[in-house]
């Protein structure tokens, strides 16, 4: 067999690979937004669809709500306060795996409220129609990261998420 066929025959399978994975929708998104909502199930137990994302910023530091858009969609009460409670609970450990997985590693904000978790006073809170997290610092540097991430969050999440 020649060197170049041997080139092809062994090049023909990583392209394959490549238009599969480059050709996904479910892997790659058009947007940031609509990566979000397609890989929301991934990390969220609730529809995203049902719900909305309220991010409010004060001088302490944030409000993240998650509540249902439909008041009839109460089958999700349940699934949000039991993420938020345990998000809440990582969150405190520094754990922000899941917002990692789902708007990647670099997201703003991310790393800083990583390291500084310590100084962050992270709270839950169930809400009759879902629940909400509070952090709270007095780290100047921290609070800033958190509003970024809060920031990062509005935009990636689009149409499920608004400001307070």
Do not use: C
């Not at 199930?41 to 529809?47: R, W």
């Not at 509070?134 to 499920?160: I, K, M, P, V, Y």
């Amino acid at each position: 067999m020649s060197k170049h066929l041997l080139k092809v025959n062994y090049l023909a399978p990583v392209i394959v690979v490549f238009f599969v994975l480059f050709s996904s929708n479910s892997l790659f998104a058009g947007t940031p937004q609509e990566h979000v909502h397609q890989m929301a199930h991934s990390v969220m137990p609730f529809d995203i669809s049902k719900t909305v994302h309220i991010f409010k910023m004060t001088e302490s530091g944030g409000v993240q709500k998650v509540i249902l858009k439909d008041p009839g969609a109460t089958d999700q009460i349940g699934l949000i306060q039991k993420h938020l409670q345990h998000e809440a609970e990582r969150f405190q450990l520094g754990d922000y795996s899941d917002p990692a997985k789902l708007h990647g590693a670099d997201m703003p904000g991310l790393k800083e409220l990583q390291a500084g978790a310590s100084r962050i006073k992270v709270s839950y809170a169930a809400l009759p129609d879902g629940a909400e997290i509070t952090f709270e610092t007095t780290d100047l540097h921290l609070l800033t990261a958190l509003h970024r991430w809060f920031g990062a969050q509005l935009s990636e999440h689009g149409a499920d998420a608004r400001a307070e």
